[in-house]
T-cell receptor, first 109, second 112 residues
Framework: GQSLEQPSEVTAVEGAIVQINCTYQ??????LSWYQQHDGGAPTFLSY????GLEETGRFSSFLSRSDSYGYLLLQELQMKDSASYFC??????????FGDGTTLTVKP | DTAVSQTPKYLVTQMGNDKSIKCEQN?????MYWYKQDSKKFLKIMFS???????INETVPNRFSPKSPDKAHLNLHINSLELGDSAVYFC???????????FGPGTRLTVT
């Protein structure tokens, strides 16, 4: 089976750093993706980890530990526009993506 | 030059009707998907096609039937619509199976 856990809500202030954790139980795990979705919009791809370690893309970084079945998304220098839902998604070698239930990030001034 | 497009954007219909949603991608990707996002924003995969071949078929009522006439198009036909089918349906595509996915703008289906 496939299951992912991530916090339902996170609140932070502008300029801060926030970490959104994701643990997974996935048969045939291949990699972990992260997506951002603003209200009324479509999910947009942020980052992907197939190997252990940190991937950095501007203010966003993503980390994966396959041995711990754990990953996180790190958002630095938070801006108001970062308020959105963030989904982790476990990809399998069969090509299936299972999404977590999403984390609603609220950035306050 | 939209990457992944869906039509219609909004669909309001009555219970028992049959409707279709169309999806097209111009990225040259091999894999396409249909997702359902309910009112709680849970995003669930429904189907996945790779080069017009069905590779993933989740536990979805057989009232839902996908069709891929070519690898750039994936349509979703829904028979005998029910209230519980109300949701936003997203089409997506990726170059490889399960890789970085590009989502269409979504189709908000409301069944009354």
């Amino acid at each position: 089976g496939q299951s992912l856990e991530q916090p339902s809500e996170v609140t932070a202030v502008e300029g801060a750093i926030v970490q959104i954790n994701c643990t997974y139980q996935t048969s045939g795990f291949y990699g972990l993706s992260w997506y951002q979705q603003h209200d009324g919009g479509a999910p947009t791809f942020l980052s992907y980890n197939a190997l252990d370690g940190l991937e950095e893309t501007g203010r966003f970084s993503s980390f994966l530990s396959r041995s711990d079945s754990y990953g996180y998304l790190l958002l630095q220098e938070l801006q108001m526009k970062d308020s959105a839902s963030y989904f982790c998604a476990a990809n399998t070698n069969a090509g299936k993506s299972t999404f977590g239930d999403g984390t609603t990030l609220t950035v306050k001034p | 030059d939209t990457a992944v497009s869906q039509t219609p954007k909004y669909l309001v219909t009555q219970m028992g009707n049959d409707k279709s949603i169309k999806c097209e991608q111009n990225l040259g990707h091999d894999t396409m998907y249909w997702y359902k996002q309910d009112s709680k924003k849970f995003l669930k995969i429904m189907f996945s096609y790779n080069n017009k071949e069905l590779i993933i078929n989740e536990t979805v009522p057989n009232r839902f039937s996908p069709k891929s006439p070519d690898k750039a198009h994936l349509n979703l036909h829904i028979n005998s619509l029910e209230l519980g089918d109300s949701a936003v349906y997203f089409c997506a595509s990726s170059q490889s199976r399960g890789g970085e996915q590009y989502f269409g703008p979504g189709t908000r289906l409301t069944v009354t």
